[in-house]
């Protein structure tokens, strides 16, 4: 069984600039989470997916956004670029709608803005 | 919503000894508590978890202790190896809420 894909691995864009990442969960999942991962913030949460419908969102402005389509593939967006954005981006899938089961990552999206 | 707070944030160990990460959550319904581990240049795996109905779990050298009174968790390492190098993180959840980690520990293992 495949695990989490993510891609593209690496991304440098220019401040101002728009960034789409895409996710595929492990087949047959449905919940897809995002975390921004930082030396100095940890991994902190960005929203979360369950068959299309966000269900949980983290505290990030506007300019973070995501989907996730019918194939429970998700994408987030990040628009108008700022250097602080500069991070490595994780999702993560599980099998049940239920949070409290395990999440299996992806290898992530290093973004770095410049 | 949840806090977890991680400790501590490095930890230096000789290979063989022990190594004792601790956390500490907010929320009393969180039910959930996995531990991740992160390689260099890796994903965060899953390496053990653990349920508010039990108060501790084990898998070979790795265990996991709850005090749901005390609101904390602990990740034990015993008889510790270079390949335990990683950064450590704890998490807490239940099931309608998102998954909050600790901020991270970076264990070494020296030889």
């Known amino acids: 069984k495949a695990g989490v894909t993510q891609t593209p691995r690496y991304l440098i864009k220019t401040r101002g600039q728009q960034v789409t990442l895409s996710c595929s969960p492990i087949?047959?999942?449905?919940?897809v989470s995002w975390y921004q991962q930082t030396p100095g913030q940890g991994l902190q949460f960005l929203f979360e997916?369950?068959?299309?419908?966000?269900?949980n969102k983290g505290n990030f402005p506007g300019r973070f956004s995501g989907r996730q389509f019918s194939n429970s593939r998700s994408e987030m967006n990040v628009s108008t670029l700022e250097l602080g954005d500069s991070a490595l981006y994780l999702c993560?899938?599980?099998?049940?709608?239920?949070?409290?089961?395990?999440?299996?990552f992806g290898q992530g999206t290093r973004l770095t803005v410049v | 919503g949840e806090n977890v707070e991680q400790h501590p944030s490095t930890l230096s160990v000789q290979e063989g000894d022990s190594a004792v990460i601790k956390c500490t959550y907010s929320d009393s319904a969180s039910n959930y508590f996995p531990w991740y581990k992160q390689e260099l240049g890796k994903r965060p795996q899953l390496i053990i978890d653990?349920?508010?109905?039990?108060g501790e779990k084990k898998d070979q050298r790795i265990a996991v202790t709850l005090n749901k009174t005390a609101k904390h968790f602990s990740l034990h390492i015993t008889e510790t190896q270079p390949e335990d190098s990683a950064v450590y993180f704890c998490a807490a959840t239940h099931s309608g809420n998102m998954l909050t980690f600790g901020g991270g520990t970076r264990l070494m293992v020296k030889p």
């Open positions: 993560a899938s599980r099998a049940f709608r239920e949070m409290n089961t395990e999440a299996f």
């Open positions: 653990i349920r508010s109905n039990v």
């Open positions: 997916y369950f068959s299309e419908t966000q269900r």
């Open positions: 087949s047959g999942h449905r919940s």
